[in-house]
């Protein structure tokens, strides 16, 4: 499985954006799709998670609230849609794949290029 993230972008404080992740090949019912960022000079942080059979979703204290994750089983596609964005909020955005429900990056095997969110105040 690859994945592709997408949808990023200059966005002003206040507004929304929708980030993509496009998967090729098969993902499987026990798979966990997350999202995490990681700023200049910071450590990547995580953002959200979601069960790919399930509903089931996890969020930081940071996006909780504001972002929402949510998938399209037969688009091979899972989103984040990141709303009343701030400033803090200027990352490169990072999907990925885990079997674990975890906010743990370590524990997630396959990562896609990362898409440049920029919010202007």
């Known amino acids: 499985v690859q994945l592709q993230a997408s949808g990023g972008g200059l966005v002003q404080a206040g507004g929304s954006l929708r980030l993509s992740c496009a998967a090729s090949?098969?993902?499987?019912?026990?798979?966990?799709m997350g999202w995490f960022r990681q700023a200049p000079g910071k450590e990547r942080e995580f953002v959200a998670a979601m069960r790919w059979s399930r509903n089931s979703t996890k969020y930081a204290d940071s996006a909780n609230g504001r972002f929402i994750i949510s998938k399209n089983n037969a688009k091979n596609t899972a989103y984040l849609q990141l709303n009343s964005v701030k400033p803090e909020d200027t990352a490169v955005y990072f999907c990925?794949?885990?079997?674990?429900?975890?906010?743990?990056?370590?524990?997630?095997?396959?990562w896609g290029q990362g898409t440049q969110v920029t919010v202007s105040s």
């Open positions: 090949g098969r993902i499987y019912s026990s798979y966990v």
């Open positions: 990925a794949a885990s079997t674990q429900f975890t906010a743990q990056s370590s524990e997630y095997f396959i």
